[in-house]
């Protein structure tokens, strides 16, 4: 398995990765395109024989540039039950690029047990407890079409570069 920034030419394969991963939100090819791109440096390709089997869309808020955000978290089901989600978060959150993050932040609906089963592990691997409260909520941010989404927080410990 190799660990690895994403480039432009990784958007199509990051959408069709993410179109095989209900419940994920789709977002756009542009978008996709963007986060492989722009946000390279907080987003984390898995490939496994040259085909692409894990990804994690992340950035750190201009609004709140101490926090790292996770978007979105897919895993293909070529590569489920290996821990794959698990090594990519380690992978991200060792990056230079996350070096001076001291939060990690996500959201997450109620019923998307694999997801806070991932970050709840990554929380206990860290020695942090993990947070929730609503953030975006059904009826005032998805006008009743979209469940509420969780933030979950989590502070991260200072990670040593110098290696």
Do not use: K
């Amino acid at each position: 398995m190799v660990l690895r920034r994403p480039d432009a030419e990784d958007g199509p394969a990051v959408s069709a990765l993410i179109a095989s991963c209900p419940p994920l939100d789709g977002n756009s090819a542009y978008c996709n395109l963007l986060q492989c791109s722009d946000f390279a440096e907080t987003c984390v390709v898995a490939e496994r024989a040259g085909r692409m089997v894990g990804w994690i869309s992340g950035y750190r808020p201009p609004s709140n540039p101490e926090r790292l955000f996770v978007w979105q978290v897919a895993v293909s089901d070529a590569a489920r039950g290996e821990g794959l989600g698990s090594r990519m978060l380690d992978e991200l959150v060792a990056r230079p690029a996350a070096c001076d993050a001291r939060e990690l932040t996500t959201t997450i609906t109620e019923t998307n047990d694999a997801s806070w089963a991932l970050f709840e592990a990554f929380a206990r691997r860290h020695g942090a407890a993990l947070t929730r409260s609503p953030r975006f909520e059904r009826a005032a941010h998805f006008a009743g079409a979209h469940d509420t989404e969780w933030q979950a927080c989590i502070t991260l410990r200072p990670f040593d570069h110098s290696n």
